[in-house]
């Protein structure tokens, strides 16, 4: 791992003589350019008194409450799940979960590129439980439980991996983390350390000793600057989306994360990182239920128009869940397409993509108009070019549907069969065959599946793809397929969050 120096500055409001009163100390994470940097968690020690606690989240407050006697108790604010301890930890963290009566739960560990790494059912006994999460690599985590209807959500840093990836259980009855009992006097000397990711890894601060006696905001100035480090791949395959046009398609199903910085088509620079995925069959799956503005790992399913752009749209964010269709409606118009006077709430237009040209304005989303031409057996250019398959690479098994460029040629030990004939099973490849394949101009489209709000389904057997193109005021056009069967001018709820796969004009 990498390390990087971080410099705290520590600015005191004022002190303030000790009485009923609060001191608030404040952390704020900047990165090289001075632009907000997330901080995962921060530790605290208070030197004089002995004790030590751990705040997580970007927004982290720590109010010292200072009593009339001149003794004060650190306040925590309320968690999730109960507070992960250790926070940072090496090879794994705990945390403490408390329920009122006996309830099944679905515990799952994800890492923050939105995959999930572990996963175990169990009974919560009544009381408090204690989940242990085991990490296989440094980095942060975040764990989802499941139980009586409720996710809780904690977020923690692994700084040291132990191999393995794992969740285990048990049941102490009682509450043994995360009480507020520390006491605090003014001019205690206080240390602090913080923990910020960067490109998968936790970095840590150094420590900075100080005497707190008022209001302070402390800063993480961290010497980095966020970027990405997913490999850019070229697609050579050409295909004719309309008489005379054709596009290339992008390496690989679009993603996006809250960390970071992009520029985009309106000359600003906003939160975010956008990114395509490293390879073609590349799909988030279940890690799209974390989705949210407090989530930072990589999601993949977006409900329609979420570009980022503020079009008119209630719900215009990349990680919008709002539940009526009529919100995802760009320029207010219920009948108005992701192009001309809107095309900024197409995805591709209106962001910079990180491992896409690292500027706005080069990617699009296909018309319906222009997948149903892509996918015509009608078409003399696209006749015979499409069919399902599945890609078996690093033990796994991943379905979509296979596309061939206009101008094809079969590359020696691969096969290929037109059609649905045998669902996903109809063309079958191996790693070093489906790279052929690919080098020759295929492109697959996976099987990313379907989100409705924050549950994930289909994954790895259903493919639902946007348009830019309107259906109705609730609805907008998809390519949608599953084993068997296609549909190129399929229709879905605008609310559903659905795969972006980015296309570029060829350009002779």
Known sequence: MKRFGILILLICLGAVEVAAQSYTVRFRGVDSNNETYRLDSIEITDLTQGWSMVMVSPDTVLQLTVETEGIAVAEREA??????????????VRCDIAVRDNTRAKIKLYGSDGIMRAESEATLNKGVNTIEARADRCGMYWMMVEADGQKSVAKFAITKGSGRCGISLSQSGKVTKGENSETFMAGDRMRFKGYATFKGSSVSSAEREEQVSGDCEITLALPIRYDDTAATVTLTGRFSVGEGRQ???????LQYSTAGSHQTASGSTVAGTWRFAATQ????????????????????LFGWGTSGWSSGATAYQPYSVNEDNSDYTPGGDGLTGLTESTANADWGVYNAISNGGGRPEQWRTLTTEEWQYLTDEN??????KKAQATINTDGADYNGLLLLPDTFELPDGCQ?????????????YDTEQWSAMEEAGAVFITTSGRRNGTTVTHVNARGIYWSSSPMDESNAHTLFFV??????????????????????????
Do not use: H, W
Not at 247 to 253: E, K, L, P, R
Not at 281 to 300: K, R
Not at 502 to 508: C, R
């Open 247 to 253: 596009v290339s398609f992008s390496q690989g199903n």
């Open 281 to 300: 069959y590349e799909y988030i799956g279940e890690g799209n239920a974390m989705i949210g503005a407090g989530y930072d790992g990589y999601i993949d």
């Open 483 to 508: 084993t068997g069967t296609m549909q190129s001018n399929a229709a879905e709820a605008r609310r559903i969050g659905a795969a972006v796969r980015l296309v570029k004009d060829v350009e002779e």
């Open 379 to 384: 078409n003399e250019s696209r006749a015979g």
């Open 79 to 92: 968690a999730v799940v109960g507070r992960p301890y250790p926070n940072p930890g090496e090879e794994a």
């Open 416 to 428: 290929y069969t037109a059609g649905f004939g045998n669902g996903y099973l109809t063309n079958q």
